[in-house]
């Protein structure tokens, strides 16, 4: 079996702001093995969701090599872009599991029909999917639609559907942003149960300092080399 889940390397990323280059990420590099979790900290704006984004294939780095479960992606290759999506999206389907900062639920769809439909879509069972609504304790609003729960609601269950998918890396924006403490702890003690059952890899941006604790490695992106 293959321990290393991804390996970054070279990394830069920049936006323009006013017709100016502003740069996000400057020859960024990390590594994570199967059962590692990461902890991307740092100021607002210093480039926690950019980076999630670029290691799931949403946002494209200006440069930079990436080795994700097995796929290469290179700034340099001459691969067809539509072919590079084509190997990300698979991978988000049924590889990497993505917690955004605002819940990615489907409007149309209850809470179990979209951890349900995360769970078919990823070839996993759809018989633990109440299961993972009750211990995120959201199960008496399996029916219920995103637009009838809260924030908080939407973030647990955007949570059981990644649990759902057991993905083999997660990548979780503020998972626990607009929980309350007690909450929190919950939610944060079923992600590291989940991860240490599963082996899987756990990178996750957090301005929450006991969070970050809880992870095996740190990176702190208002600390680049460059920045
Ligand atoms: N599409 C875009 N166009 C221009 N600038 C952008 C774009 N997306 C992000 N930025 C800028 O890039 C920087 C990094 O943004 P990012 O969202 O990655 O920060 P963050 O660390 O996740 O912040 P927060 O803690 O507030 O979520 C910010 O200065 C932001 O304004
Ligand atoms: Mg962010």
Redesign the pocket.
């Known amino acids: 079996m293959v321990d290393s889940l991804l390996t970054a390397r070279g990394l830069n990323k920049q936006?323009?702001?006013a017709n100016q280059p502003?740069a996000?990420l400057s020859n960024l590099a990390l590594h994570l093995e199967r059962g590692e979790s990461l902890a991307l900290t740092?100021r607002?704006?210093?480039?926690?969701?950019?980076l999630l984004n670029i290691l799931c294939g949403l946002e494209k780095p200006d440069a930079g090599r990436l080795q994700v479960l097995g796929e290469v992606f290179d700034s340099r290759a001459p691969e067809a872009g539509s072919q590079a999506e084509a190997r990300w999206a698979s991978l988000r389907r049924q590889r990497i599991g993505v917690v955004f900062?605002d819940a990615n639920l489907m409007p149309a769809l209850s809470l179990l029909d979209n951890v349900r439909l995360r769970a078919r879509l990823a070839g996993q069972s759809e018989a633990d999917c109440q299961d993972w609504l009750e211990r995120l304790d959201i199960g008496e609003l399996a029916e219920r639609y995103p637009d009838q729960v809260s924030g908080g609601q939407r973030q647990r269950a955007a949570l059981a559907m990644v649990f759902a998918m057991k993905p083999a890396l997660i990548l979780a924006d503020e998972p626990t942003g607009s929980l309350d403490r007690h909450t929190a702890e919950d939610v944060t003690r079923q992600l590291f149960d989940l991860q240490a059952r599963h082996g899987c890899g756990l990178i996750l941006?957090t301005?929450d300092t006991e969070l970050a604790t809880r992870c095996s490695h740190r990176l702190d992106?208002g600390h680049q080399p460059g920045t």
């Open positions: 936006f323009r702001s502003v996000v740092g607002s704006g210093s480039g926690k969701t950019t900062q941006a301005h992106l």
